[in-house]
């Protein structure tokens, strides 16, 4: 019995810590938001967050669209490698699809964009590639 409470508690405190990197991603300070993804980044590729993401994953979304778009090289690189690891998460069913066709157009603009990084280029054209195999519904 306590070791299921004792998992529980840990449970809270991981979805609790990652509300607040979710938070973090709208901060003023680049920073932060760089911070705050390399977090997301390390909880997302090291754990199956599933349950917890798809009731967020509107949220979180439009906060990686934020940075995306206001981002510059290190934070748009971090925010595609963090909308992969969302894609995967999400899997292949209806909910990873509507993540990949909202961002997909950003994707495309960071990555023709020959202004943005060049790390900040690849990552999205790592994301469009794995989500759309993942998650697009459209074999095109």
Do not use: W
Request: proline residues 2%; aromatic residues 2%.
């Amino acid at each position: 019995g306590s070791e299921a409470a004792s998992e529980q508690g840990q449970e809270e405190e991981v979805e609790d810590r990652l509300k607040e990197h979710m938070d973090n991603l709208l901060d003023k300070s680049a920073k932060a938001r760089q911070a705050a993804l390399q977090s997301l980044r390390l909880a997302l590729s090291s754990k199956t967050l599933s349950e917890f993401l798809l009731e967020r994953r509107l949220t979180l979304t439009d906060s990686l669209e934020k940075c995306l778009k206001k981002g510059k090289g290190e934070e748009q690189s971090l925010a595609g490698t963090v909308l992969t690891l969302l894609c995967l998460q999400m899997g292949s069913g209806p909910e990873g699809e509507e993540v990949f066709r909202s961002l997909k157009p950003l994707l495309v603009s960071v990555l023709t964009d020959s202004t943005a990084s060049p790390s900040a280029r690849q990552s999205c054209a790592t994301a469009l590639g794995m989500c759309c195999y993942i998650a697009a519904a459209d074999l095109e």
